[in-house]
């Protein structure tokens, strides 16, 4: 039972370039969630999804896109990576949305912009 | 290590000593709250949580205190240890689900042996 799973751990962009942040869970978990992690700042949530096929926007979700096919997959897509975008990633997912129901976090990718 | 602890409070004590982490939440209307353990080159870890029918919650060596009157919810850890030492944030939410989890930006907890 690996939990939430994020790669690649490390990555460099150029500004401009795209990219595909993975996550995968193996938890059977419905409710998967990302989040960016700034200096000085709570974790802010991006974008969201409650089950395979359903995905909606959380705080701070331009510049990002999501997709969930399946339930166990949750990646999040930069389209033109801008300096901005600088962070570390995390991707979570947890058996419901509501209260009492522990999250679970991935292990992070810290993503630079150049 | 993470960049994010840069600008966080940071609260030391020596290894056996009693820690308390202190969080002020935002909205009066949450009723549900989270602490989070946060290691070097890790992802947030759930520590124990609260609702806002209670004012204190035990868990092993953990216990957390919620003063719903003036908004301040705090993190007792028992005979600290080396292991201890991480970032600690809160989290609250008003009963609307994880999407709207507001998290707060953090404690560093240095243990000393």
């Known amino acids: 039972n690996a939990g939430v799973t994020q790669t690649p751990k490390f990555q460099v962009l150029k500004t401009g370039q795209s990219m595909t942040l993975q996550c995968a869970q193996d938890?059977?978990?419905?409710?998967m969630s990302w989040y960016r992690q700034d200096p000085g700042m709570g974790l802010r949530l991006i974008h969201y999804?409650?089950?395979?096929?359903?995905?909606d926007q959380g705080e701070v979700p331009n510049g990002y896109n999501v997709s969930r096919s399946t339930t166990e997959d949750f990646p999040l897509r930069l389209l033109s990576a801008a300096p901005s975008q600088t962070s570390v990633y995390f991707c979570?997912?947890?058996?419901?949305?509501?209260?009492?129901?522990?999250?679970?976090f991935g292990q992070g990718t810290r993503l630079t912009v150049v | 290590g993470e960049s994010v602890g840069l600008h966080l409070p940071t609260l030391s004590v020596q290894e056996g000593d009693n820690s308390i982490i202190n969080c002020a939440y935002s909205?009066?209307?949450?009723?549900?709250f989270i602490w989070y353990k946060q290691e070097s080159g890790k992802g947030p870890q759930f520590i124990i949580d609260?609702?806002?029918?209670?004012d204190k919650r035990q868990g092993q060596r953990v216990t957390v205190l919620l003063n719903k009157t003036v908004k301040h919810l705090s993190l007792q850890i028992a005979a600290t240890q080396p292991g201890d030492s991480a970032v600690y944030f809160c989290?609250?939410?008003?009963?609307?689900?994880?999407?709207?989890?507001?998290f707060g930006t953090g404690t560093r907890l240095l243990v000393s042996p």
């Open positions: 909205n009066s209307a949450s009723d549900y």
């Open positions: 979570a997912s947890s058996i419901g949305q509501g209260a009492e129901t522990e999250a679970f």
């Open positions: 609260i609702r806002s029918n209670m």
């Open positions: 938890m059977n978990h419905e409710y």
């Open positions: 999804s409650v089950g395979a096929g359903i995905t």
């Open positions: 989290a609250e939410m008003a009963n609307t689900g994880f999407q709207k989890l507001v």
